[in-house]
Nanobody, 123 residues
């Protein structure tokens, strides 16, 4: 599996911002399309955003469009998720993973998930 390590989560008030990082270890991230997924307690894991390795095209779930921005810095071997205007419903564990991105659908390339990073939005 490709080892990716998530970081940057934390506790933030509604309306606040966080930037999550997804760092690759032992391989070059340039060649992979990467997605951010999240899983809230009692809910299924869902795709939040993906970014293509080929042309930088992106996908955003409807619930985060306009608030979240995905980007990649190949020099740093890292993908970021900038999250603004956070809402309590954004509370979840966030994971990054290599994905297959076809027809605007992001699907995990394999079924191995890292530790993730906890995001809690609460006053």
């Amino acid at each position: 599996q490709l080892q990716l390590v998530e970081s940057g989560g934390g506790l933030v008030q509604p309306g606040g911002s966080l930037r999550l990082s997804c760092a690759a270890s032992g391989f070059t991230l340039d060649y992979y399309t990467i997605g951010w997924f999240r899983q809230a307690p009692g809910k299924k894991r869902e795709a939040v955003s993906c970014i293509s390795s080929s042309d930088g095209s992106t996908y955003y779930a409807g619930s985060v469009k306009g608030r979240f921005t995905i980007s990649r810095d190949n020099a740093k071997n890292t993908v970021y998720l900038q999250m603004n205007s956070l809402k309590p419903e954004d509370t979840a564990v966030y994971y990054c993973i290599a994905v297959i991105f076809i027809q605007n659908i992001c699907s995990p390339m394999y079924d191995y998930w890292g530790q993730g990073t906890q995001v809690t939005v609460s006053s």
